[in-house]
């Protein structure tokens, strides 16, 4: 199956992303076509479903890749961006405070550049609901401002049981970017493929895996196939740019991390708000941070902040430390 020491061949690392994919789809429905289970009784039932079909399909593919992939069991966990450096240092309570900037605030913040007018836009949203509120109220400004910080507490607990929560900010994260990113990755660096090119490849497995939404969006749109192929074709952009986006992410730090805080941040997001009539600010803010997110694209994804060694991915062919 190698080609070279820690090297696939190219065909066998697109074969066994096509089949990672297409089991990623193929799993979800499994519990009725396959198993012949009754109808869940309820939307949750649906989607639990669907949970544990992700969660088993991630497991099966960490494995198979395990399998696959030209490593030693000491690679195992830096293979799938999880530094087994890292991991004992957590473990101790060491690295808790590398972990949360490197991994987690570097990549959010960079990723909340290309968000500017969105949150210009909810912050302008939000003031103007205060200041509703003060004139049908009579209430002060900071009132409002208590007020809306007291009820946070009951909001976060009615948003942690609503299982669209779970599926758009856990689960779909964490299973999407092991399958498309942790797994695929590697694969496709393993059999040759050169960085620039996994990026723009890898996102094209991940916007496969969406077509299965086709069927649904067709009867939401009272199966009008022009608008459902606008609609489908919309997402499969955006899945396209954001798998690129992702895929960067996950190569130039090494670690699985970055990708799934992005990717749960973009879930929440949606589409980034370009323009508001009558609210130039809005799209002051989003050029800006599309000049910012560019300027500092590479600099604050550096290989050298989230890894203290960049030179010993062997099956990765040394692409961590980008010398290609």
Request: charged fraction near 10%; include cysteine; hydrophobic fraction near 50%.
């Amino acid at each position: 199956m190698e080609e070279s020491e820690g090297r696939l061949s190219k065909p066998v690392a697109v074969t066994a992303c096509i089949a990672m994919t297409l089991f990623y789809v193929a799993i979800l429905y499994a519990p009725t076509l396959i198993l012949r289970l009754p109808p869940p009784q309820s939307y949750e039932n649906f989607m639990i479903r669907r949970f544990i079909c992700a969660a088993v399909c991630s497991v099966a593919s960490v494995i198979f890749c395990a399998l696959v992939l030209p490593i030693t069991s000491g690679e195992a966990f830096g293979v799938y961006g999880i530094r087994s450096d890292h991991f004992v240092r957590i473990i101790l309570m060491e690295y808790i405070s590398y972990i949360v900037w490197q991994a987690i605030v570097f990549p959010l913040f960079l990723t909340s550049l290309m968000y500017a007018g969105s949150m210009i836009f909810k912050s302008m949203l939000l003031v103007n609901k205060w200041k509703e509120h003060r004139h049908q109220e009579g209430e002060p400004l900071l009132g409002c401002i208590k007020s809306t910080l007291l009820s946070l507490p009951g909001q976060m607990s009615s948003v942690a049981s609503n299982v669209l929560f779970w599926r758009n900010f856990i689960v779909a994260p964490v299973t999407e970017e092991l399958v498309f990113r942790a797994c695929m990755i590697p694969l496709l660096l393993c059999g040759g493929f050169k960085a620039y090119n996994v990026i723009f490849l890898c996102p094209t497995f991940f916007s496969l895996a969406h077509l299965n939404h086709m069927m649904e969006i067709y009867s939401r749109h009272n199966y009008s196939l022009l608008k459902a192929s606008l609609v489908v074709g919309l997402q499969l952009g955006y899945t396209v740019i954001f798998g690129s986006y992702a895929s960067f992410l996950f190569i130039r730090t090494g670690n699985i991390v970055a990708p799934l805080v992005a990717h749960a941040f973009c879930n929440y997001m949606g589409l980034p708000v370009l323009f508001v009539h009558r609210k130039g600010l809005v799209s002051i803010a989003f050029v800006a941070g599309m000049v910012s997110f560019v300027w500092l694209l590479f600099p604050i994804t550096r290989p050298d902040l989230y890894n203290e060694s960049t030179n010993n991915c062997r099956c990765w062919q040394g692409y961590c430390s980008w010398n290609q």
